[in-house]
């Protein structure tokens, strides 16, 4: 059997069809999806990005894909710009502008538009150069596996910075492979402005952006070894222009502006200074010093650095991880990641993807085999930068103490496989040189087949940990669930049977200002601060995230067994009943307190803030976090046994060696040691990042 030759023109349609097929079948999996709980905080400030060059406002991501998202929301009405205190008061007024101010429903459609169209011009870019290095039907298979697997395709219209991450660093490990083999300008420039753009998408580039420069760098000097000076020197000039292109468009996306706002101003919700002093660990508070002392980016960058190191790398206290079932708590479990990715990924794609990586195994230990196609010196450079990349962020994942981002921030490694699955084609069948495509395109099939009934791919697990109904039992995360439940809830209480004017208690994460304007009769389990009540009497309808069904050292579902279940949206189950729980006051009121402090600017009532803490304690002995605030309002009203005893308890619930851990104990070393309590201050709650 002879595969047909086809013109230039009819492959690259082929390619541009399989990109358009990737959007179709995220669209049919996404389509009854409100907006991720992320989604309205970026795209406002992305609205002000465009129509006033103001950086302010969640600096926690790189503006790159954000810029672009703001093009398609020009139509927004926005408020004039305030001095916002903290992540929490700018995350409620940048949603109140979203579902208060405007069509929110209007501005998700555009903002679908601008995410899929972003990433179909990546996407191109990507099977272009695919195309090139590799040749058609490795492009070609590597390009089906992306458009199928769900939690690519369930990133495609979703205004989050993953999967713009892991296409960029796709294509600067493309050109960065290519720039190493060949040394010429033109892939100079493509690697450098390539790697800008992974910089200025995200702050977890950094490991994989670090793992190509560095290694280039050791490429470009290693004519040295051969004293052949003048062509290291050629190859040095060429990898610092790299370097520069990168730098400059980095400061592109922030308009070349070293300060967030007009006036070289830095009005944050929380000043550079105290974002770095948050941190824990001396490093990182030395390095992102030099950085801002430096001026080498931009403060609005480091702002956002700081505040992903803090979350991300020393964790926020509480670090509880579900993994396969178990109960895991401090840092999340070594192989966290691998698992998550192991149980996201469809069986027929990874089956595809070790065929894959096999082939190139067997090609680098058996060069001139028989049964695989050989990999030239250009191809094994860019697979080498693929690999290492994915290497990087393999281990900076790993490295760090959080999980609660899962698939999502493992989608470059996700995207990495699939373009190693191309590698496929390699094996050779001489007697009939066309099951070397039927073999992958009988997989991409069964991976079809077999998921195209998931109408909420976010969600979706494979067979491993029983599927997506099962998978809660062994992963709790976001690839689970991030809010996009919200559209099938209203639908559920639009039926003429159910009583919507009855009490619904969300359990599940649903935004606040999205419940405000809906119609729905959302209600807190506590009203406010002064709530003297030690436990939850509540009845109505109940929105349980299907993670409340799993039994935890702190938690037994049966307290929720009587609820009737009515329906099960995806990962969100609506029961109706009653409640009586102590455990459910204790959160509620714990989250009404921190809201209290916040709001009241310096003027909280530290000894009413003591009172319901200490009755909050009661019911959560386990959690590091309520310890923190009690402690808190224990240094602000002057008791210093009490606050030692209370941090104490919170460094002592923390597990294992964190960061955290360490800044509680100085801290009751600082009380110690005190003359004046008021000179001690306060802990910043690190739940807060």
């Known amino acids: 059997m002879k595969i047909p030759n086809l013109t230039k023109s009819a492959k690259l349609g082929i390619l541009i069809a399989i990109l358009l097929l990737g959007i179709v079948r995220s669209w049919y999996g996404t389509r009854l999806d409100s907006f991720a709980n992320d989604e309205p905080f970026h795209i406002i400030s992305a609205a002000y990005y465009v129509a006033e060059g103001d950086y302010r406002l969640n600096p926690e991501h790189p503006p790159l894909s954000k810029d672009w998202v703001g093009l398609f929301n020009q139509h927004l009405e926005l408020r004039p710009m305030e001095v916002l205190n903290d992540k929490d008061h700018e995350r409620e007024w940048l949603q109140e502008i979203m579902y208060f101010d405007n069509d929110a429903r209007l501005s998700q459609k555009r903002s679908r538009l601008a995410m899929y169209s972003f990433h179909f011009i990546l996407g191109l870019g990507i099977a272009l150069l695919l195309w090139r290095i590799f040749g058609f039907g490795w492009a070609v298979v590597s390009l089906l596996w992306l458009a199928l697997e769900p939690s690519i395709g369930a990133h495609q219209p979703v205004v989050l910075t993953d999967l713009p991450l892991s296409f960029t660093l796709i294509l600067a490990a493309l050109t960065g492979g290519m720039f190493c083999y060949s040394w010429k300008w033109k892939w100079a420039i493509a690697f450098g402005v390539t790697l800008g753009m992974a910089f200025a998408v995200k702050h977890s580039a950094l490991p994989g952006l670090a793992m190509m420069i560095g290694v280039s760098a050791l490429v470009a000097i290693y004519p040295i070894l051969q004293k052949n000076w003048s062509n290291a020197g050629r190859r040095v000039l060429k990898w610092a222009a790299a370097c520069l292109i990168m730098l400059a468009t980095l400061w592109a996306a922030y308009g070349f502006n070293s300060h967030s706002s007009e006036g070289g101003q830095d009005l944050f919700n929380r000043s550079l200074e105290l974002k770095i002093s948050d941190l824990n660990t001396e490093r990182w508070r030395v390095l992102l010093t030099f950085m801002d002392k430096s001026q080498l980016l931009p403060k609005a960058y480091i702002w956002g650095l700081a505040d992903t190191i803090r979350a991300g790398i020393e964790g926020r206290g509480d670090d509880q991880h579900l993994f396969f079932g178990t109960i895991v708590y401090g840092r999340a479990p070594l192989l966290y990641f691998p698992g998550v990715i ?4 469809p069986i027929a794609l990874l089956l595809l993807y070790f065929i894959g990586i096999s082939a190139i195994l067997i090609a680098f230990a058996r060069p001139h085999s028989e049964k695989i196609r050989a990999i030239d010196r250009k191809q094994w450079f860019v697979i080498i930068a693929l690999v290492l990349v994915m290497v990087a962020h393999t281990l900076a994942l790993m490295s760090g103490r959080t999980s609660y981002g899962g698939i999502r921030h493992a989608l470059p490694i996700v995207a990495i496989m699939g373009i190693l699955s191309g590698g496929a084609i390699l094996w050779q069948f001489p007697r009939n040189h066309a099951l070397k495509y039927i073999i992958p395109g009988a997989l991409l099939l069964t991976c079809f087949v077999t998921t195209i009934g998931e ?3 976010w969600e979706y697990y494979n067979e491993i940990v029983g599927g997506t109904e099962n998978a809660y ?8 669930y991030l809010g996009q439940r919200f559209y099938e809830t209203e639908e559920f209480f639009s039926d003429p049977e159910v009583d919507s004017s009855e009490p619904v208690h969300a359990w599940a994460w649903y935004m606040e200002e999205e419940k405000d304007a809906s119609s729905l009769n959302f209600r807190d389990g506590v009203q406010d601060i002064n709530d003297t009540a030690s436990f939850a009497n509540v009845d109505g309808y109940f929105l349980i995230d299907m993670c409340d069904y799993n039994k935890t050292p702190e938690w037994d579902p049966e307290k929720i067994e009587g609820l009737v279940q009515k329906k099960r ?38 000894e009413l803030v003591a009172k319901r803490m200490e009755k909050v304690t009661e019911y959560t002995q386990q959690r590091s976090n309520p310890f923190l605030i009690l402690g808190n309002a224990y240094v602000m009203t002057g008791e210093r046994n009490k606050a030692i005893a209370a941090y104490q308890k919170s460094a002592d619930n923390i597990y294992g060696e964190d960061p955290n851990k360490v800044a509680i104990l100085e801290q009751i070393e600082k009380i110690k040691n005190a003359e004046d309590m008021a000179s001690v201050g306060m802990l910043r709650p690190y739940f807060m990042e």
């Open 569 to 606: 949206i995806g990962h969100i189950m609506i029961a109706h009943g009653e409640l009586r729980d102590t455990t459910a006051w204790a959160i509620s009121m714990s989250f009404k307190v921190l809201e209290y402090i916040t709001e009241s600017k310096g003027n909280t009532d530290w």
């Open 342 to 345: 192991l149980s996201k990924i």
């Open 455 to 457: 109408q909420r791919i």
């Open 473 to 480: 039992k062994c992963f709790c995360d976001e690839g689970n």
